[in-house]
């Protein structure tokens, strides 16, 4: 199974700034990563696919990067509507695996 | 617009056998991927597996030999069998439509939470 490393673990920050948050892959996942973001008591929303293309929908101060092994999702210009949790998903092979996820709290 | 919803038990007893339906409106689970993941006190979050179009099956080799996804897509719904539960297997129970194009789950159920215990 590729095992899905992300960090940090949770994060504080303030309405306002910019975070990032890595997800490592134990191998090559070939741009094949996608990312949700959750919110207290909701289901998973899909905000990036293809590491880098942004679900319909979803504001543009959200951004993926990375290929290989590495990859990033960074929010800009933080709104108070984006503090929940966030994991990141290998879509490269079966069995697809989640990261640990990251809670993105305010400060 | 695609709408998916989880039902079944609440709460399983260990050694029996969990089952979950999810009942999908606005689209054919005769297209596409269905399926289930589930979330763990703790936040961890794992896929059980999936059903296709045509009803082939992909399951999570951990959970193999414990687990069947089927349906009936004259009720265009889908299910989750779980067998042999132990306390470890207390999650939130998620149905979810599998994007191909995406690699990823673009609609989803609002999850059931299911605790094992006697």
């Known amino acids: 199974d590729i095992q899905m490393t992300q960090s940090p673990t949770s994060l504080a920050a303030s309405v306002g700034e910019s975070v990032t948050i890595t997800c490592l892959a134990s191998?090559?996942?070939?741009?094949?990563l996608v990312w949700y973001q959750q919110k207290p008591g909701k289901s998973p929303q899909l905000l990036i696919y293809g590491a880098t293309i942004l679900e319909d929908g979803i504001p543009s101060r959200f951004s993926g990067s990375g290929s290989d092994t590495q990859y990033s999702l960074k929010i800009n210009s933080l709104q108070p509507e984006d503090f929940a949790s966030y994991y990141c998903?290998?879509?490269?092979?079966?069995?697809?695996?989640f990261g640990g996820g990251t809670m993105l709290e305010l400060k | 617009e695609v709408q998916l919803q989880e039902s079944g038990p609440g709460l399983v007893k260990p050694s029996q056998s969990l089952s979950l339906t999810c009942s999908v409106t606005?689209?054919?689970?005769?297209?596409?991927?269905w399926g289930w993941i589930r979330k763990f006190p703790g936040n961890k979050m794992e896929w059980i597996g999936h059903?296709?179009?045509?009803?082939?099956?992909n399951y999570n080799p951990s959970l193999k030999s414990r687990i069947s996804i089927t349906r009936d897509t004259s009720k265009n719904q889908f299910f989750l069998q779980l067998n042999s539960v132990t306390t470890e297997d207390t999650a939130t129970y998620y149905c979810?439509?599998?994007?191909?194009?995406?690699?990823?789950?673009?609609?989803w159920g609002q999850g059931v939470m299911v605790t094992v215990s006697s």
């Open positions: 998903q290998n879509g490269s092979s079966t069995p697809w695996t």
């Open positions: 979810a439509r599998y994007a191909v194009n995406y690699g990823g789950y673009d609609f």
């Open positions: 059903i296709s179009y045509s009803g082939s099956t």
């Open positions: 191998e090559d996942i070939y741009g094949s």
């Open positions: 606005g689209y054919s689970i005769t297209s596409d991927y």
